[in-house]
């Protein structure tokens, strides 16, 4: 017999057919096995939650659910260990600022009174200057291992937190540079000023950094030295 085209299928045709379709019982997608094995794993009190789960119920049955519950709630949790890594982060700033001190009366033999006088020098530069305390110390330090004394360390620190600011360097960075250019032109720390004013704008007028600029100069700061070159015509020729 010839095929007949079929008819349309109105909205309601489609939907009787679907809902004569039983679909499959989950007991038939799952294999019996697994159905067997999680209904023991739950008969014995054995938890199928995720570790995620298992993890909120713990902190929660631990803390409770809130202030309500008489127990601490996750907020007050959070807020306790936050206060808790701020105060560490605070005594260990504080224990390398003792430490740097420390080194530095080592290496400069100074007096208490000494120790006093840079010790309020650097709080005062952590406070008025973008630099912390620790690191206005460290800077003491470099000094203080290239050979300053107390009064010498108090009058190049300023000039060195200026070069490490203009040079975008570290204060260690600008500390080693100073000193170095001081020692080998046989300057002295009053002329810090004038070495990082050198430094400062050779660096910045130039495609040069601080570092470089610094070493360089520390090389042939000596015998430009002797001979009567200036560190000026030096920086302007390196």
Avoid: C, H, W
């Amino acid at each position: 017999a010839a095929l007949k085209p079929a008819g349309r299928v109105t909205a309601a045709q489609a939907l009787g057919a679907a809902g004569s379709i039983v679909p499959p019982s989950i007991g038939s997608i799952i294999p019996a096995e697994i159905v067997a094995l999680r209904k023991a794993s739950g008969a014995q009190g054995v938890s199928t939650a995720s570790p995620r789960t298992k993890a909120a119920t713990a902190v929660k049955g631990k803390f409770g659910a809130g202030a309500g519950g008489g127990g601490t709630s996750l907020l007050e949790v959070a807020a306790a260990a936050t206060s808790l890594a701020v105060f560490k982060q605070f005594i260990t700033i504080g224990g390398t600022y003792t430490t740097t001190m420390a080194k530095v009366r080592a290496v400069t033999d100074a007096t208490s009174g000494d120790m006093k006088r840079l010790s309020d020098a650097t709080k005062e530069m952590g406070r008025s200057t973008i630099f912390s305390a620790t690191q206005a110390a460290e800077a003491q330090l470099i000094l203080g291992q290239a050979g300053y004394k107390t009064n010498e360390i108090l009058a190049a620190t300023p000039s060195i937190l200026n070069l490490a600011t203009a040079g975008q360097t570290s204060v260690g960075e600008a500390a080693e540079v100073v000193s170095s250019i001081l020692s080998s032109y046989s300057l002295k720390a009053a002329d810090a000023a004038r070495a990082t004013d050198v430094i400062a704008k050779a660096s910045t007028e130039t495609k040069t950094n601080v570092q470089d600029l610094g070493l360089a100069m520390s090389y042939v700061g000596s015998i430009a030295g002797v001979l009567n070159i200036s560190m000026e015509d030096t920086a302007a020729a390196l």
